[in-house]
């Protein structure tokens, strides 16, 4: 059974941090590409950022560079989003979303359930 399982949401205040993290099961991590998004109500779901297989190939939305982090740990079956300064705009539910294998013709896409963050004083 796939799973993806964010954590590490929360409520923060402007210029904080926090540390999303998503682990996987039920298939094979080290040949998905991973990405986290977010979404705000009444709005499509944004990309975050993007990792590659090995972890290192990455790309941020243009608001993260700087800020956030992308990383992943194939021995852990995870990968993490690093927040730092956030903003109140940043308030929004964080997915993680899996997408492979690479190099195959047929690419599965799942996702978590999403992790809120609240970033407000």
Known sequence: QVQLVE??????QPGGSLRLSCVASGFNFSTY???WYRQVPEKARELVAHIGTAGDSTNYEDSAKGRFTISRDNTKNAVYLQLNDLKSEDTAMYY???VGPINSALVNTYWGQGTQVTVSS
Not at 7 to 12: E, N, P, Q
């Open 7 to 12: 954590s590490g949401g929360g409520l923060v």
């Open 33 to 35: 590409t991973m990405s």
């Open 96 to 98: 993680c979303k899996a």
